[in-house]
T-cell receptor, first 110, second 115 residues
Framework: GQQLNQSPQSMFIQEGEDVSMNCTSSSIFNTWLWYKQDPGEGPVLLIALYKAGELTSNGRLTAQFGITRKDSFLNISASIPSDVGIYFCAGFSTGNQFYFGTGTSLTVIP | DTGVSQNPRHKITKRGQNVTFRCDPISEHNRLYWYRQTLGQGPEFLTYFQNEAQLEKSRLLSDRFSAERPKGSFSTLEIQRTEQGDSAMYLC?????????????FGPGTRLTVL
């Protein structure tokens, strides 16, 4: 199935640093979502974006829906050890199907 | 706990056996989705229900896979004649009747290992 391209694939950062990751697609999406997944668990919804250009925050997390509707980014400010995990973007297209990104693995070094 | 629940959490089976997984969505969520996730990849869409009607099926869902949601509440995913390539995490998600249809809440998943 189709998957969205996420970058970077992995990140190793110091506690307190800011993090930025993005997601691109060759197709237009109507919705962008960002999820965090811990090992052995299902993804947990972080932020949902419904309109091109929309910028939404959830605590230390900020995400934007790209103007072209083909990309999105997620920023995490002042990272903490519990931010460790795999972050997935997901795009919702017509036809009620979700396409997930390839994931960004985040490691926070205390 | 009022989140999405899935049972069993882990299943080990021999090749050729049939397995069935259950998903209980968040109460009153009328949309239910099944995904498959292999190691190092994002979830891949398998199928989608609105109430009891199965509205979408991915090409990934071969003839050996069948999903049901008989009363529009819980759902089951059955895999017949399992193959080693079926080993994966099977995730269920639900989304609410009101509000954006695409805000999906995931369960913890069922990890299937086919020996």
């Amino acid at each position: 199935g189709q998957q969205l391209n996420q970058s970077p694939q992995s990140m190793f950062i110091q506690e307190g640093e800011d993090v930025s990751m993005n997601c691109t697609s060759s197709s237009i999406f109507n919705t962008w979502l960002w999820y965090k997944q811990d090992p052995g668990e299902g993804p947990v919804l972080l932020i949902a974006l419904y309109k091109a250009g929309e910028l939404t925050s959830n605590g230390r997390l900020t995400a934007q829906f790209g103007i072209t509707r083909k990309d999105s980014f997620l920023n995490i400010s002042a990272s903490i050890p519990s931010d460790v995990g795999i972050y997935f973007c997901a795009g919702f297209s017509t036809g009620n199907q979700f396409y997930f990104g390839t994931g960004t693995s985040l490691t926070v070094i205390p | 706990d009022t989140g999405v629940s899935q049972n069993p959490r882990h299943k080990i089976t021999k090749r050729g056996q049939n397995v069935t997984f259950r998903c209980d969505p968040i109460s009153e969520h009328n949309r239910l989705y099944w995904y498959r996730q292999t190691l190092g990849q994002g979830p891949e869409f398998l199928t989608y229900f609105q109430n009891e009607a199965q509205l979408e099926k991915s090409r990934l869902l071969s003839d050996r896979f069948s999903a049901e949601r008989p009363k529009g509440s819980f759902s089951t995913l059955e895999i017949q004649r399992t193959e080693q390539g079926d080993s994966a995490m099977y995730l269920c998600a639900s989304s609410p009747k009101q509000g954006p249809a695409d805000t999906q809440y995931f369960g913890p998943g069922t990890r299937l290992t086919v020996l």
